[in-house]
């Protein structure tokens, strides 16, 4: 045993002995499992007979197989003796085995281990009484010397693994001191270096040999006095766990390295040391540094951009919240961490941020996305832009999304959008509203079978009252007649302003057309009328200003919306010619005349093309009948329709614009008659009197286009004479004053026109520069009969008299007239009395 160093073989041999020299039939010994079956596994036998254990299943356990000697020396820890297997009851399990094999007595002796039985030595013999007390006590001898055996064997066979574990721990130590990134060192309680790492050695600059025995203050760089290094390395002999600490290490070239130092303290070889290890940080360091700049970098962005940043998650919850100003929060900050979105937002505006939540989701981001929130400050809008945020998983998604206050690019936009279709002055639609409203309405009337009414209305003489009495004043009257208006029709009507003093209400719910739809638009119309009749209060003025209303129907899209704007602007004409404040229909009499008056403007192209008008001349004389001069008249001469009157083409010429070249030509045509007149002294003396359009007066460079005609014949300008209307003076009336000042200075005579039927005012004609005033011939025509007439003509001829004016009275038509007149101080004359418009073969002159 005591050379054996193998314990099964130790074991073999024990019952190879115990068979050979002992005569025993068979010897085995049997180890106690603690398995769930406490069975009892064979570890070394001897004998003839072996495969008798194999049948055996014995076990330790309280059942018939754990009865037996081996389970009941196991279990009592005391050797067990049975001299008669085939008697014994105990043995009942296993009588047949052993009758078979020849087994009659045997022996079970506990091995003892420590504290508990390890197993049993059980012993076999061919006949009954075999083991005599003397035997039993000697082989009891022999299994406790075999326990001790057991047990010094597997005590030596434990130290010899716990040496080479401790081997293999100590090159494996070495192998990690010499071979770890970091620099490990050694050092004893003075500081002194016992032992480096390689790492340590390459780290500082030094071989290995340099820095054994080498002391912590050659190298350490991170203290400002040796006692504060002391004193570290002393708080770390007193720890029992590891210590940690950042300092600086000088290398051997000098240079600086920032390092991190973990270390504890431990024994080695006999005495106490601190086995440390150094850790370059310089890299984690500027990292670090990086990172905090970063960091800082990013909150001074914070803090500078207006807009709001919240971390939210996927189901809406306000994780985190970033908030330059924070009255732009719907809740305090502390309210919102934690909670939803679908908890602290109005409905609308958190359904709206889920959406841009989901989006974020499937696709990595989501912009676009605006929200209204009820601050206590007032309504703002917020633009959302939101990203999914990089390292989510899958699972526990977070978003960030920033929140963009956009409340005054709202604002403008609604602003913007307010000025593209709503009139300034009145807050009313304006054109571009209107026409898509009417579009609307027409298209209504057509699914619903139902009619729209559109009135157009234009206020009478506004642009005198604007001349007048200035602007500003105009602009408080458009503005209240726009207030008359919206109070006049239904809620859902739209009133609208297209542009000066023209208005449009449209109506879009009226039956079919019918009797009682024509009352019921006129009920409408005629509570307008009354409305927009009552005296207007406008600061220190009050006057009256009238509508003209012209009214159309529509029933879908029939007719185009251009169209029905004509029709309506039609019968609105036939209102002011029917003396205004008046209500019109269109009707297709009206049509007829609009294509009447299509017809005759495209021949007005012609005509001017063609050369199709002539001068006519109507005399004017003296007191004593002598011509001093003529007016002269256009005449239009018709291929096929023969003389169109002047008063069906020049309000065409003045609506297209024809009025300018037309006017030119008439200026041209006196001009060389003037030039002509010259070549004899009996028609040199004569003028020539033209009317000059409002337009063509204030048309640009005019008194450039008179200059240029007069140029070429050389005649005195003052023998042409233009007659002026007095509405052509009030439309902007210092740059008219100025235009005729510019003529004035070139010779021109200027006369008014039908004087005393508009609304000049004595403030601006003292400062005209006119020559003549014109009486008009309906003061003239009743002035034999009629004490007003009368009166008027007198303060004409006073006041031009006093102005240093000639008067010249147009409209005379008998000689009772002349002689009033002639006896009223007037002294030029002009009527059929004296002469009728003729063409110029016809015109007798001196």
């Known amino acids: 045993m005591v050379r054996e160093t193998n314990e099964r073989n130790l074991l073999t041999r024990i019952c190879q002995l115990a068979v050979e020299t002992g005569g025993y039939s068979m010897a085995w010994v049997g180890y106690a499992e603690d398995d769930a079956s406490q069975s009892v596994r064979c570890i070394a036998s001897f004998g003839p007979e072996e495969a008798y254990l194999k049948q055996a299943n014995i076990t330790w356990n309280d059942s018939p197989r754990g009865q037996g000697s081996v389970g009941t020396a196991i ?11 085939l008697a014994s009851p105990s043995m009942r399990s296993w009588h047949t085995a052993a009758w078979e094999h020849g087994y009659l007595s045997c022996i079970s002796l506990p091995l003892h281990l420590d504290t508990h039985v390890l197993g049993t030595l059980t012993l076999y013999a061919g006949e009954t009484n075999a083991f005599s007390s003397d035997e039993i006590e000697l082989l009891a001898e022999l299994a406790n010397d075999l326990a001790y055996g057991i047990k010094t064997l597997r005590t030596r066979q434990e130290k010899d693994e716990l040496i080479v574990a401790l081997r293999h721990e100590s090159e494996k130590n070495w192998a990690y001191l010499h071979n770890a990134s970091d620099g490990i060192h050694i050092l004893d309680v003075h500081g002194n270096i016992l032992e480096a790492s390689n790492s340590f050695c390459a780290m500082l600059g030094y071989t290995h040999d340099e820095l054994l025995g080498m002391n912590v203050v050659q190298w350490d760089a991170g203290f400002s006095t040796r006692e504060d290094l002391d004193e570290v390395l002393k708080g770390q002999f007193r720890q029992t766990s590891r210590t940690i600490f950042i300092t600086r290490h000088r290398r051997k070239d000098g240079t600086l390295i920032d390092v991190e130092v973990s270390g504890f303290p431990l024994q080695f070889n006999g005495q106490q040391v601190l086995f440390n290890a150094s850790r370059d940080i310089g890299e984690r360091l500027a990292f670090e540094r990086a990172l905090n700049q970063a960091n800082a970098d990013l909150s001074a962005t914070l803090q500078a951009i207006p807009d709001l940043l919240f971390e939210l998650s996927e189901k809406g919850e306000y994780l985190n919240i970033w908030a330059h100003d924070e009255t732009l929060l719907a809740q305090q900050k502390d309210l919102l961490l934690g909670r939803t979105v679908l908890d602290m937002l109005p409905p609308n505006a958190a359904k709206e941020v889920m959406t841009a939540l989901s989006e974020a989701g499937e696709n990595g981001y989501s912009h676009g996305h605006v929200i209204c929130l009820e601050l206590p400050h007032g309504r703002h809008w917020f633009e959302l832009s939101t990203a999914l945020k990089p390292g989510a998983d899958k699972i526990h998604k977070h978003f960030i999304m920033i929140s963009r206050d956009i409340t005054s690019h709202k604002k403008s936009e609604e602003e913007i959008q307010h000025l593209a279709y709503y009139d300034q002055l009145t807050g009313l639609p304006n054109r571009r509203l209107f026409l898509d409203r009417l579009n609307q309405a027409m298209a209504y009337t057509h699914r619903n079978q139902r009619t729209g009414a559109l009135f157009f209305l234009d206020l009478d003489n506004f642009k005198v009252l604007n001349d007048t009495l200035g602007h500003a004043m105009g602009d408080l009257l458009l503005r209240q007649v726009a207030q008359r208006l919206m109070a006049c029709v239904r809620e859902g009507d739209t009133v609208a302003r297209l542009g000066g003093d023209e208005f449009v209400v449209l109506l879009e719910d009226l039956q079919e057309p019918t009797l009682e739809t024509y009352e019921q638009a006129r009920s409408i119309g005629d509570k307008v009328l009354l409305t927009l009749g009552q005296p207007y209060e406008l600061t220190n003025h009050s006057l009256i200003c009238t509508p003209s209303i012209g009214v159309t129907f529509f029933h879908g899209h029939h007719i185009a919306m251009e169209e029905l704007l004509k029709q309506a602007d039609l019968a609105m004409y036939q209102a002011k010619n029917a003396g205004r404040n008046a209500l019109r229909f269109f009707d297709t009499q009206m049509q007829a005349t609009i294509n009447q008056r299509a017809s005759l403007e495209t021949a007005l192209r012609i005509a001017l093309d063609h050369q199709q008008f002539e001068l006519y001349y109507q005399i004017q004389v003296d007191e004593q009948r002598n011509v001093i001069g003529v007016e002269g008249l256009i005449r239009w001469h018709h291929p096929e329709k023969g003389m169109i009157s002047p008063g069906q083409f020049i309000p065409i010429a003045e609506e297209t614009g024809l009025i300018l070249p037309l006017g030119q030509w008439v200026i041209e045509q006196a001009c060389a008659q003037l030039a002509h007149w010259q070549q004899s002294k ?33 005649f005195d300008p003052a023998l042409l004479k233009f007659e002026l209307t007095e509405s052509l003076l009030l439309e902007d009336i210092e740059e008219t004053i100025e235009t005729m000042t510019q003529l004035q200075e070139i010779g021109v005579t200027l006369s008014l026109d039908d004087f005393g039927t508009g609304y000049s005012s004595l403030q601006y004609l003292k400062r005209l520069p006119l020559a003549q005033l014109k009486i008009d011939q309906s003061f003239v025509r009743d002035i034999a009969t009629d004490d007003s007439d009368r009166a008027i003509v007198r303060t004409i001829i006073a006041m031009a008299k006093s102005l240093d004016m000639d008067v010249i009275a147009e409209g005379v038509e008998t000689s009772e007239q002349f002689h009033w007149l002639k006896e009223g101080g007037c002294a030029h004359f002009q009527g059929y009395y004296f002469g009728y418009p003729v063409p110029l073969n016809e015109l007798i002159v001196p």
Do not use: C, E, W
């Open 75 to 85: 279990r009592s820890g005391k050797t067990t003796v049975v001299q008669d297997m």
């Open 682 to 714: 009996n028609t040199r003396t004569l003028t020539i009197a033209i009317n000059v359009s409002a337009k063509q007066f204030h048309q640009k460079n005019f008194v450039q286009h008179i200059q240029t005609a007069l140029q070429p014949y050389g």
